[in-house]
């Protein structure tokens, strides 16, 4: 081959690298002028997005409860190291533009392939460099020809789409994405020429993804690509925000939905936003009603908002804060606000938002439930039972503070304690036994009762009443037990059925003492008549005399205990203190005998008199008697009781001294307490004392109690003088019938005023009837005798008579017993207007004045009674009867 032929073949070869290096020129030019155009329009896009992502989340940022106001600081700084990564991506572009226009310059020199390699590798390395950079954004970056046909996309499209990217560049972008309302073509069109001439648009797209289920939604930022200032294509930056519009979404629902009110207003009170809820709270018809208001409006009291708006501003967030609103129709609401304050970049407030709860009816419920529960307490506090509530474990769980009153403990250490710890052993069983029996079900109530030591050590008795205590689904939860105290009831009932007793006892002894009655008056009448004959010798005088005494002595016993067990009714009257306390010795001799009890009593006669009741003092004096007997019996087989009596700054003082067991120190205070005793059960009621006090303060006097070092108590009771100072002698107070002289029946009458006179006795006693006629008959009256009103009936209609003796109780033929007055009426009826004087004799007591003056008043002559006394009375009624006859003539 030729040297020709070898510079043609070398120029042949050499041609293509020159032509080669002017495509590559060319090509790197526009590369770099592209590249440059799409840098630009990256950073601005990243710069709007980063103002735009700073001016929207300035607010939300201010109000986290952290801070986050450096988070836009930190994007622009993120920013300017991109924008340094660009500078130095654009520095290598132009190390190679530099390159390729040295090669190009050089082309008498043909560039060699090391130079080739090293131009084909910068560039390989930039394409590189710029696809990682696309592919490193999170949102979605496609390069569009104006046709809609995908020319470049990162990665995070493809990923998006799920197609690798070589099926995916060329394609049309309908082919991946379509507009979810199906105008996406119609929408292109109509937008394009705006698009065109505005080169820039953005705006937030709804479209449906090839692969990928349901609506998706994108932020996008489409700016045109020029060439030769010519719109050639589009870049669209899209940024997914489907999950914010999905909350977006939710969070319009919930504030729909919410059942708290939720608010945003400004600084100068005007409602910015409201939910439906809190519309619906205030009472409005609608929101916009609502927002035409202003807070101040709404708010009950506007010190309250200050103090609220304060609050707020101090602290982040402000929770459950109560407030009180007023709803349109005037009414209050109450709320649980939770409000925080919005602050923009400065930190100055720009508006308010926050949640109200209504707990309106709450606070209602709350005030029932206060105010039944303050009942229920107020109701516990004043009932006098104490109140136990106990679980399932028999613990307390509430204790009623009477508890401190009945057993002197605090409700602390009772509920410290279990159940029965303090009762009885005897009958800690049963109440153990009754807690068991409600707890199961068995028993729904039931009671019993236990003896409780209370905190001084003494036993009380306490009546408990056990019910269930159910929960709210209506099973046994506890027991609630009710205790009240009936250690002085039980006292009391001991003390009524002993009262009782008494009663039955004094009714048998009045019973009794009316039928001795009869006899003693036969026996001190037939005495009498026999003593007053001539002619018995001094043996039958000595006997008669000894009868008539015994039988006086029988009268006066018969008399006390008619009186102790028919008191009359109290009449106070001048009494000699003397008299009381011989009267009172004479109702307790037989036991003061019996016991060994010597009674040292000196009377002192000439004392003044005291005013007072005679049943009720002798009451107080047997008492005193009574109680030193039974506190002698207590230490010795025998003993001594001292009664004295003095006259001091005008009282009557009156001791009663024993040398018994005495009273010790501790139940000096308490002595004179109603129910309390110091003697063994069934040794006393403990209210004798107690009476006692009473009796003698209504009297005016005074009783106390003292303990004698030498052992032994002394009483002493004080009565006061009555004010005129009358001394009344022993016989003034004594019945006529206890008169300790003997009286003979000449020297009661005048016999010459009864002698001759009719007298008709009407008695079923033989022997009282036999009496009366004799000894009447012995002192020339003229008697007749019935034993029932048949027979006393027809000795009236046959005769007149001037005195009619009629006992009070008679005896019937068929049995049972009659009124003596109904016999006299019955008697009467048939007599004309001359009747005789009435006088009614009775076996039971009658007071000393119960006879009435007149004539034709009846009197009560008591049994039994002596012959003298019998035509004494005669004798009075007479002359009462002759001197209404002179006053009638007259």
Avoid at 90 to 115: F, N, W
Avoid at 547 to 573: D, G, M, W
Avoid at 619 to 629: D, H, I, K, S
Avoid at 663 to 690: C, N, V, W
Wanted: contains cysteine; glycine residues 6%; proline residues 4%.
């Amino acid at each position: 081959m030729s040297d020709t032929e070898n510079k043609n073949q070398g120029a042949s070869s050499a041609a293509p690298p020159v032509s080669s290096k002017a495509t590559v020129s060319s090509r790197l030019a526009e590369f770099e002028k592209r590249q440059k155009e799409l840098w630009r329009v990256t950073f601005l896009i990243l710069l709007v997005l980063a103002t735009v992502f700073a001016a929207t989340s300035w607010d939300t940022l201010r109000s986290l409860t952290h801070r986050y106001e450096a988070l836009p600081v930190g994007l622009v700084v993120l920013l300017i190291l991109f924008g340094a990564h660009v500078w130095k991506r654009a520095q290598e572009i132009s190390e190679l533009r530099g390159l390729v226009q040295g090669i190009e310059q050089r082309d008498a020199e043909p560039a060699t392939e090391k130079q080739f390699d090293q131009l084909l590798d910068r560039i390989t390395h930039s394409q590189q460099g710029y696809r990682d950079l696309i592919d490193s954004f999170d949102d979605v970056l496609i390069a569009l020809t104006l046709d809609g046909e995908i020319r470049a996309v990162n990665r995070s499209f493809a990923d998006l789409v799920a197609a690798p990217y070589q099926d995916i560049v060329g394609k049309p972008l309908s082919e991946f994405a379509q507009e979810a309302g199906g105008e996406g073509a119609d929408l292109v069109k109509r937008s394009m020429p705006k698009f065109l001439e505005r080169r820039t648009w953005s705006g937030v797209v709804n479209v449906r993804l090839k692969n990928q289920p349901g609506i998706f939604y994108f932020d996008c930022v489409a700016n045109a690509m020029l060439r030769d200032d010519k719109v050639h294509g589009l870049t669209v930056l899209a940024r997914d925000v489907s999950a914010l519009r999905r909350n977006e979404a939710r969070f319009t629902e919930l504030f729909e939905t919410l059942q708290e009110g939720i608010y945003i207003i400004n600084v100068d009170g005007d409602i910015l936003d409201a939910n439906p809820a809190l519309v619906r709270m205030l009472g409005y018809d609608s929101k916009e009603e609502l927002l035409a208001c202003r807070v101040p409006d709404i708010f009950h009291d506007r010190n309250e908002r200050m103090s609220l708006k304060n609050e707020v501003e101090r602290q982040p967030i402000l929770q459950g804060r109560e407030i009180t609103l007023t709803r349109k129709d005037g009414t209050s609401l109450i709320c649980l606000n939770t409000a925080a304050a919005v602050r923009d970049s400065v930190g100055t407030v720009i508006r308010y938002q926050g949640a109200l709860m209504d707990v309106t009816a709450s606070r209602v419920m709350e005030r029932r439930l206060h105010q039944q529960q303050e009942f229920a307490r107020r109701l516990i506090d004043s009932f006098p039972d104490l109140i136990f509530v106990l679980d399932n474990a028999a613990n307390y769980t509430f204790v009623s503070p009477r508890v401190v009153e009945v057993l002197g403990f605090e409700p602390e250490e009772i509920r410290e304690t279990e159940l029965g710890a303090r009762t009885h052993p005897e009958d800690r069983g049963a109440l153990r036994a009754m807690y068991d029996e409600i707890l199961a079900g068995r028993e729904t109530f039931a009671s019993v009762e236990a003896r409780v030591r209370n905190k001084k050590g003494e036993w009380r008795l306490l009546r408990f009443h056990f019910s269930p205590l159910f929960d709210e689904t209506d099973k046994i939860d506890g027991v609630i037990i009710s205790g009240r105290d009936v250690t002085d009831l039980k006292r009391l009932e001991e003390q009524l059925i002993q009262a009782e007793k008494l009663a039955a006892m004094g009714q048998m002894l009045a019973g009794v003492a009316h039928e001795l009655n009869n006899p003693l008056t036969a026996i001190l009448g037939v005495t009498e008549l026999l003593r007053e004959r001539p002619g018995a010798d001094e043996t039958t005088q000595r006997q008669l005399e000894l009868t008539h005494r015994q039988a006086r002595r029988a009268a006066r016993i018969v008399q006390n205990l008619l009186e102790f067990s028919r008191p009359a009714s109290p009449q106070k009257k001048p009494l000699d203190v003397n008299v009381l306390i011989e009267r009172t010795l004479q109702l307790q001799e037989h036991s003061l005998r019996r016991n060994q009890i010597e009674v040292h009593f000196q009377p002192q006669p000439g004392l003044p008199a005291v005013m007072g009741d005679s049943n009720q003092l002798i009451q107080v004096l047997l008492n005193l008697v009574t109680n030193a007997e039974q506190a002698i019996r207590e230490v010795r087989d025998a003993g001594h009781i001292h009664i004295r009596m003095a006259e001091r700054a005008g009282r009557i003082g009156v001791t009663v001294q024993d040398d018994g067991v005495g009273i010790r120190p501790e139940a000096m205070p308490r002595i004179f307490d109603p129910f309390y005793t110091t003697k063994r059960p069934g040794g006393g009621t403990g209210l004798g004392l107690s009476i006692c006090m009473s009796i003698i303060r209504e009297h005016g006097g005074s009783l106390d109690a003292k303990a004698l070092p030498t052992g032994g108590s002394i009483f002493t009771l004080d009565l006061p003088i009555v004010a005129d100072a009358v001394h009344v002698s022993p016989a003034a107070v004594a019945s006529p019938e206890l008169a300790a002289k003997p009286v003979s029946a000449s020297s009661e009458y005048s016999q010459k005023d009864v002698q001759g006179r009719a007298v008709l006795v009407i008695d079923d006693e033989e022997s009282i009837r036999m009496l009366l006629e004799e000894g009447l008959s012995s002192c020339g009256l003229r008697v007749d005798c019935a034993g029932d009103a048949e027979t006393a009936a027809a000795m009236l209609a046959a005769r007149s008579y001037d005195v009619l003796l009629c006992d009070l109780n008679l005896s019937q033929a068929g049995g049972g017993k009659v009124s003596g007055r109904d016999v006299v009426d019955q008697v009467l009826a048939g007599v004309g207007p001359e009747k005789p004087s009435i006088i009614f004799m009775t076996g039971d007591f009658v007071e000393a004045d119960a006879s009435a003056a007149g004539s034709n008043e009846s009197r009560i002559l008591q049994k039994p009674f002596r012959i003298s006394d019998v035509l004494t009375m005669v004798q009075e009624v007479w002359a009462a009867k002759r001197f209404e006859n002179v006053d009638a003539k007259n």
